[in-house]
């Protein structure tokens, strides 16, 4: 079959082509401005006091991982692929759930426990923990409610502080306020450092929006509101110069790695804090972002593998140093296959 060639003259003769440097693998491979490895991954875990793991309906993958054997196999696992990196989200009994979440800084809570254990198996292991109340209050909130229904701040504070110093004293690497309170990450770096833990690293949930995309985590953890909604704490979708206010008072007060929350949906705000801030950035691909990216893939409208690792570099292209993903051991045993 013979093709037709049209050579079509040019009025103005171009220099520029830029698909030049993309006709080969080895040259895409060479310009590509952006990467993504295994070490810019952390892996947020879910554990409860149970033996077994149990399936987590919502987020197809995702298991309550008993804290004993399950998460230690889990940790085992990532690490095999390079992720030494996890943050832990403890299911609390309801028993143990109050008003005031004194749970939270039980040194002998699941948290605790789980901490110590891992450190013991995987000294080198970088161990990121949540502070905040929603897991062990009584009323689905980050915060101490109120009477009348309003959450509050400095009590909130005081309880959030405490909770930080426990963690730290387990091994803790990382603190994580997700609360949302004003003022938390300076008065948990003076408690800390009040308690000698100068080393323990805090990286503040910065923006955190009040999302609709948190539904399958809140499903996990079993801590949705009892009454109400987050949003007089946590931020309007709608807003992104606030995101500034948030970002100079967690620097000043302390902050070593700022985060924002949700990821895909903020690319606009990690980059406004990226372009704002000399300190590490974080993201959170939240569970709603992979629920929608499995539930996609199940349903064969989209390539799963392939729209995980685009999403991912996505988050670093905008900014993102670290990325909190539920896709951490897929993406980086994906990762490795790539390298071999």
Same mark, same amino acid.
């Given at each position: ?5 049209? $050579? ?64 230690? $196999? ?171 206010? $948030? ?94």
């Amino acid at each position: 079959m013979k093709y037709l060639i049209l $050579e079509l003259p040019l009025r103005n003769p171009l220099s520029r082509r830029p698909r030049r440097n993309r006709r080969s693998p080895a040259l895409r491979s060479a310009f590509q401005e952006t990467t993504l490895s295994p070490a810019n991954l952390v892996y947020p875990l879910f554990i409860h006091e149970g033996e077994e793991d149990t399936p987590i309906g919502a987020m197809p993958g995702c298991y309550r991982l008993g804290w004993r054997h399950g998460l230690v $196999e889990e940790v085992s696992k990532a690490r095999g692929v390079g992720v030494n990196s996890i943050v832990l989200f403890p299911k609390v009994p309801d028993a143990l759930k109050t008003p005031t979440g004194v749970e939270a800084y039980n040194e002998n809570g699941l948290v605790p426990r789980t901490i110590r254990l891992l450190k013991d198996k995987f000294p080198d292991l970088i161990i990121y923990t949540d502070v905040a109340l929603d897991p062990y209050s009584s009323d689905g909130h980050d915060g101490i409610v109120r009477e009348d229904g309003v959450i509050m701040n400095d009590e909130t504070v005081h309880q959030l502080c405490k909770q930080a110093v426990a963690q730290a004293k387990a091994g803790a690497d990382v603190v994580s306020p997700s609360d949302m309170m004003d003022g938390r990450v300076g008065a948990i770096r003076a408690a800390l450092d009040a308690e000698g833990f100068h080393h323990v690293s805090i990286m503040s949930y910065t923006a955190k929006y009040a999302s609709s995309f948190y539904g399958p985590f809140r499903e996990a953890l079993d801590s949705n509101p009892r009454f109400g909604d987050k949003k007089t704490y946590q931020m309007n979708p709608a807003n992104y110069r606030e995101a500034l206010i $948030e970002t100079r008072e967690d620097e000043s007060e302390g902050a070593d790695i700022l985060l924002v929350k949700p990821g895909l949906p903020y690319l606009d705000i990690i980059r406004l804090l990226r372009d704002n801030s000399p300190l590490p950035i974080a993201a959170y691909q939240v569970s709603g972002e992979y629920s929608m990216i499995k539930a996609g893939g199940v349903l064969k409208m989209i390539d799963e593998e392939k729209v995980m690792m685009e999403s991912l570099i996505c988050l670093r292209r905008a900014g993102a140093d670290i990325i909190l993903t539920y896709f951490a051991l897929q993406a980086a045993t994906s990762l490795c296959g790539e390298k071999r």
